[in-house]
T-cell receptor, first 111, second 110 residues
């Protein structure tokens, strides 16, 4: 069945880079997403990548896609305290247009 | 401003008392869906709708109903809520590559 896997926790020192990893199962996914959820808030679309791209950069965010390994990563450069949140990876299933979410990675920033 | 709104934002109710959580979007999106978020389980889709009068079950539809009589509204109905439906609920609407989420409804069923 379809599944999106990501580790549940990540701790990073302020100023370092954070790398959040995700694996997915549907090789025909058209779009892959990263969402951010701050405490007590809803989900905010951070960025997305189309399946025919390998990389997308947007200011401090870099998304890397390895279609062969079905691996997606989100790199946050110069991690700041405001980056503390849960990050969700998601894919759109090509066959029925459903969006499948991972369980989320809680990013904790160390001083 | 483009947005998805949900009401109520917080609700405490008792087992068996029917309730409705409303969802409305002002972006003329055809695709709308409902998710529940539970610790350690992430987001799971309850129901989705690809257009008016078209609804389909998601991964966890048991105990829920939806309706899509008009494009902008997609209410979630719990006919007889039970404590295992205590959760954080999100409505979302989507056009092609971008999905917009509502602010969430925290429901507690006693």
């Amino acid at each position: 069945g379809e599944d999106v896997e990501q580790s549940l926790f990540l701790s990073v020192r302020e100023g370092d880079s954070s790398v959040i990893n995700c694996t997915y199962t549907d090789s025909s996914s058209t779009y892959l997403y990263w969402y951010k959820q701050e405490p007590g808030a809803g989900l905010q679309l951070l960025t997305y990548i189309f399946s025919n791209m390998d990389m997308k950069q947007d200011q401090r965010l870099t998304v890397l896609l390895n279609k062969k390994d079905k691996h997606l990563s989100l790199r946050i450069a110069d991690t700041q305290t405001g980056d503390s949140a849960i990050y969700f990876c998601a894919e759109i299933l090509n066959r029925d247009d459903k969006i499948i979410f991972g369980k989320g990675t809680r990013l904790h920033i160390l001083p | 401003e483009a947005q998805v709104t949900q009401n109520p934002r917080y609700l405490i109710t008792v087992t068996g008392k029917k309730l409705t959580v409303t969802c409305s979007q002002n972006m003329n999106h055809e695709y709308m869906s409902w998710y529940r978020q539970d610790p350690g389980l992430g987001l799971r889709q309850i129901y989705y709708s690809m257009n008016v009068e078209v609804t389909d079950k998601g991964d966890v539809p048991e105990g829920y109903k939806v309706s899509r009589k008009e494009k902008r509204n997609f209410p979630l109905i719990l006919e007889s809520p039970s404590p295992n439906q205590t959760s954080l609920y999100f409505c979302a609407s989507r056009i092609t590559d971008t999905q917009y989420f509502g602010p969430g409804t925290r429901l507690t069923v006693l």
